[in-house]
């Protein structure tokens, strides 16, 4: 070998030590520099995978008195990778052992999809999760997810509404306080509702609406003095787990969303414009002899009274023709402005979606006026003729019905409607009516109920249908310290001993509320209620069961 | 050779600097690791008190209460007629 081969091995030989020292040198530094990165940011990135759990929050919805109504379960989603998956058959079999509910053919479908990840089952349990888990089937998963969970199922189901997978707020309550609900920080909302009052009133609504074979029902309770809404019942009810699709019959709330013509529950309300206004008095007598007309239009009477009778007898018999002068005296203008002050103008302002616009009847004539006098020819929601009959709680001033449940301490916002005088007098005919007039199935032995009944002929096209109506009692009590209202009807009820007026069929249910609830609230034993309204409202007095 | 021992010197410290910084750096990894696993023990606990929480409300349903009243004690809602 030549000196100059041997030249040129040598510096190959060089030339390929140092190369490899390069590349070992470049790897080493590359490593050196993915060490030093992951020691600077790997603790970082642990922290951003924790925070991503749990992100969905929802505050949970309380009763007055603590009591779950609404909360956010945490459910899991059951996921497949089908590319992992070893063996569909045996997988599906498994997971229908430990799942139920899942559907075979459903199930196999899913397992051999082309996607990299499909969902098999969402709204899992814990307890479900950790069975599908100790099976360790490879390829199967589970994604951690936020339900709503409503514990009462039906009680309050239309109230509470519902929230969707998003949980946004899309119905009742969870639509109403959406903002409060989602609010950071914010881990439960506190509101008026009552869960023992809640199912008494539920229970003997559907006890009603079941006996007299109506369409349906609705009831509202109101602590009178604050506004407060203790109990607010629609029937037929539904699972608020489950809820009917957003077209569903069940889903109508029948005491906020729904308007009807009340009929005589309205009577109060013209008696207490007319004395208010000076234009009768409680001396004074009326000639109520049928026939009356008004514009060529007989005015029909329900319960015809022989010879004149005083504002007393026009209320407790449940007078048309009295009603309708009365009316036709306090005039079209001045109804208006009463109907404004009660709230009965504009949908009621309660924290609900879908409250009804009322409708104030075709035009201001003289027979519109004298109609409306007995509550047709107009229509408005429930809950908002309850906030009205406020006004014979608090002396004239009427408040407005609301979900949120009153602080001790925080002002109650009141307007007058009447004078205090012209209230108090319409408050005592209400209880000569449940005493000796058209409300005696209310009557109760240890709690005095002054009421109102009402049954209205439903307006179909062509005139009032007299086979279907709108049968009602609106209740105060107790009638010596007044606070509380409550307002029961039933939709199309059909004849129950011997009628389907709401003296029959809505009386004796309202009164049956009554005692259920009375027990809660102090009352007929002594007790004062849920307390001085400016005190303290969320404590119950009497017996706590 | 007086650069030799400050090239040593400051080679030193940048080792000692290195090992101090990986050792402040573990430390802190560690402890922010022990936060993520008690947060995520908080939420856990958080949501398994919910969960509590919901099912001592299906407890607590007054339709529950109604029905074992009746059935264990005998009792019923109260009447009251004139």
Known sequence: MSGRAQRRRAWLALSRSQMLALVLCAGLTALGVRAFTLALRGGAERGEAAASVSAMTRADIVDRNGLV???????????????????????????????????????????????????LLRGMTPAERDRVFSLGLAGISFVEEARRFYPQANLAA???????????????????????????????????????????????????????????????????????????????????????????????????????????????????????????SPDEYFNVVPPYFVSGVEIREAHPLSGPV????????????????????????????????????????????????????????????????????????????????????????????????????????????????????????????????????????????????????????????????????AAIFPAEAPRYVLLLALDEPRPVDGGATGGVVAAPSAARVVTRIAPFLGLGLGGSGLGNAGESARTAGGVEL | MKRFWFNSLAALMALLLAVALYRAKSEADAVRARVVALEAQIAHTRAETKVLAAEGAVLDSPARVERLAKRHLNMAPPEEKE
């Not at chain 1, 109508?252 to 009340?262: F, G, I, Q, T």
């Not at chain 1, 109804?335 to 504009?346: I, M, P, V």
């Open chain 1, 310 to 473: 005083d504002l007393r007898a026009i209320l407790s018999k449940s007078s048309n023709i009295g009603a309708a002068q009365l009316a036709l005296r306090v005039g079209a203008a001045r109804q208006h402005k009463y109907f404004a002050l009660l709230g009965l103008e504009e949908a009621c302002a309660i924290e609900l979606p879908g409250s009804a616009q009322p409708n104030l009847g075709p035009d201001d004539q003289a027979l519109t006026v004298a109609i409306r006098g007995y509550g047709h020819a107009m229509s408005m929601s429930l809950v908002a003729l309850a906030g009205a009959y406020t006004a014979f709680v608090n002396a004239g001033e009427v408040v407005s019905p609301t979900l949120r449940l009153h602080v001790p301490g925080d002002g109650i916002v009141k307007h007058r409607a009447f004078s205090a005088q012209s209230a108090n007098i319409v408050l005592d005919y209400m209880r000569s009516t449940v005493l000796s007039g058209t409300g005696q199935k209310a009557k109760l032995a240890h709690i005095a109920i002054a009421g109102k009944t009402g049954t209205a002929e439903k307006f179909e096209a062509g005139g009032y249908d007299h086979a279907r109506m709108l049968s009602s009692f």
């Open chain 1, 158 to 280: 239309h109230v509470l509404g519902s929230a969707g997978v998003d949980l946004i707020g899309q119905s009742g309550m969870e639509r109403g306080f959406d903002a409060s609900l989602r609010a950071p920080g914010v881990d439960k909302l506190e509101t008026s509702i009552d869960l023992r009052m809640q199912y008494a009133l539920e229970v003997e609504l559907a006890g009603a609406v079941a006996r007299a074979g109506a369409l349906g029902g609705a009831g509202v309770l109101l602590d009178g003095q604050t506004g407060e809404v203790l109990a607010l019942a629609s029937n037929p009810s539904f699972d608020a787990n489950r809820p009917p699709g957003p077209s569903s019959d069940l889903r109508k709330n029948r005491a906020v969303s729904e308007r009807y013509e009340m009929g005589s529950t309205m009577k109060p309300f013209t008696i207490a414009m007319a004395l208010d206004l000076g234009v009768a």
């Open chain 1, 69 to 119: 109504l609404a909360t956010l379960a945490p459910t899991y989603a059951l996921t497949a990778r089908p590319a992992e998956i070893w063996g569909v058959g045996e997988t599906a079999g498994a997971l229908i052992t430990a799942l139920p509910r899942l559907q075979r053919p459903d199930l196999e479908r899913r397992l051999v999809s082309a996607r990299k990840q499909v969902y």
